[in-house]
């Protein structure tokens, strides 16, 4: 054997001896160390809620919930000017009277107090009643009396009714205190009968005026056409206007120039004899 052949035969063997190593101690690195392997952490489990927990969030406000306001206070009327119209000497019909009507006074009223007095002059007992927005609010029967409202809206419709009780057929007068920055009353079923019976002919109608201004007065008395005269007296002072018609008529619109401090009356007459019962209808305003 050369020496050539003799190196390469150690070679061979040192190679195979270094092989031998590597692969022992691949092997010990794997199975015989005695690190142990990690496990992937199992998933939590979070326990229920108990039922007071449950409850408790069941409770708890909502984070986009609102809160409700309260609602606004409707705020009080102010209550309007106190207005006065008394209707002088109005003969009232006997309830018993199968012809006869009953007297009907309407106006509307702001916010605060009415006031309607009743003061017989003559012929019994009357039965006044006072009505809102078609309402009946109290009744009375007798020679005297006052019946009273008051109302918080700003606008109520009044009526006040007035028949002679049983077979009477009084003669009274009629104050109303209303609150109403226009005060503006009609007066229905009244009469206008004429010179042959003065007690039911026409109306005499009292009011004080708050500042200077027009006292107005529209009236109708049916289809039949009479002479009529509507006078305006100062009470207490000097002021006195009449006029009279020409020819005959049916209604009548007129207005006065009138003023505080004093009251003013208005009279309005039929200038004719007349034929018998006839219905008035006639409507005041005053400053």
Known sequence: MTNMQRLVLV???????????????????????SSTPTLPPSPSVSAPPSSSAAAS???????????????????????GPAATIQFVQLALDATTD????????????????VSVNLKTESGGNSVVCLL?????LSCQTGVSGTLSAASGSKSVNYQVTLRGSGGATPVVGVSI????????????????????????????????PRAKGYYHVTADWGG????????????????LKTVQSTTGSTNVSQGFAVAPPNAWMIV????????????????????
């Open 11 to 33: 070679l061979a063997l040192l190679f195979a001896v270094l092989l031998g190593i590597l692969l022992a101690t691949s092997l010990l690195g794997n199975n015989g160390g």
């Open 57 to 79: 969030a069941s409770l708890a406000p909502s984070a986009s919930a609102v809160p409700s306001s309260s609602p606004s206070p409707t705020p009080t009327a102010t209550p």
């Open 98 to 113: 199968p012809g006869g009507t009953t007297r009907t006074i309407a106006f509307t009223a702001q916010s605060g107090p």
């Open 132 to 136: 809102a927005n078609g309402k009946q």
């Open 177 to 208: 205190t209303f609150p109403a920055a226009k005060p503006k009353v009609t007066v229905t079923n009244a009469r206008f009968d004429g010179t042959a019976n003065p007690a039911y002919n026409g109306l005499q109608v009292v009011t004080t």
């Open 224 to 239: 039949h056409p009479f002479l009529y005269e509507v006078d305006l007296i100062e009470q207490g002072g000097p002021g």
């Open 268 to 287: 309005i007459k039929n200038n004719e004899t007349g034929f018998g019962i006839t219905g008035l209808t006639a409507t005041f305003t005053w400053p």
